[in-house]
């Protein structure tokens, strides 16, 4: 079974500076990574998602996120932040041997508070 | 228009009464999902579907019930047993032709006292 640390409860940030949320997980075998979004009393919006191929993965509104195997980590980054990104941010992993099982983990959350 | 729905977007129920949240999704996905959301916790999975007329308990089932006899359909009923039942509950569906990923509805904010 796998699961994830999000390594920053909150997150204060300036608009306009950059940003980057921290996601590690532990799992013994390859997995699948996401990055979901949620603004206050809304459901979660997918960000992005590694599933094979390039670890540098690109995602809407301007945020992309990292995959490194060795370090087990999956950091989300945006170079430019604003007003409108303050939200809460989950990490969430799924085991690709339990695949068929559809289960995802998730972090506890990031806070983001994007202030002028 | 494709989508989850979840239905009411608040609910208030006294203790000792069971209560059923609604969840309905026009994405042809196979598989749903019931999480519970509590501030600093994250989302933890109540219960999961793979099919129709099939279900699992996820990590916190206690006192909670699912049924699945429409590929569209995944109500949960919150029942007395529940200890803590007040909280935001997310259903959500998914699919390996969906590319992996869950799509979420709106939530349902369950307050009991």
């Known amino acids: 079974a796998q699961s994830v640390t999000q390594l920053d409860s909150q997150v204060p940030v300036f608009e306009e500076a950059p940003v980057e949320l921290r996601c590690n997980y532990s799992?013994?075998?390859?997995?699948?990574l996401f990055w979901y979004v949620q603004y206050p009393n809304q459901g979660l919006q997918l960000l992005l998602k590694y599933l094979s191929g390039s670890t540098l993965v690109k995602g809407i509104n301007g945020f992309e996120a990292e995959f490194n195997k060795s370090q087990t980590s999956f950091h989300l980054r945006k170079p430019s932040v604003h007003i409108s990104d303050t939200a809460e941010y989950f990490c969430a992993v799924s085991d690709t041997k339990e695949w068929d099982d559809y289960k995802l983990s998730f972090g506890a959350g990031t806070t983001v508070t994007v202030r002028a | 228009d494709g989508g989850i729905t979840q239905s009411p977007k608040y609910l208030f129920r006294k203790e000792g009464q069971n209560v059923t949240l609604s969840c309905e999704q026009n994405?042809?996905?196979?598989?749903m999902y019931w999480y519970r959301q509590d501030p600093g916790q994250g989302l933890r999975l109540i219960y999961y579907?793979?099919?129709?007329?099939?279900?699992q308990k996820g990590d916190i089932a206690e006192g909670y019930s699912v049924s699945r006899e429409k590929k569209e359909s995944f109500p949960l009923t919150v029942t007395s047993a529940q200890k803590n039942p007040t909280a935001f509950y997310l259903c959500?569906?998914?699919?390996?032709?969906?590319?992996?990923?869950?799509?979420f509805g709106p939530g349902t904010r369950l307050t009991v006292t």
């Open positions: 994405l042809n996905h196979d598989a």
């Open positions: 799992s013994s075998v390859s997995v699948y």
């Open positions: 959500a569906s998914g699919d390996r032709d969906g590319a992996y990923e869950q799509y």
């Open positions: 579907s793979q099919i129709v007329n099939d279900f």
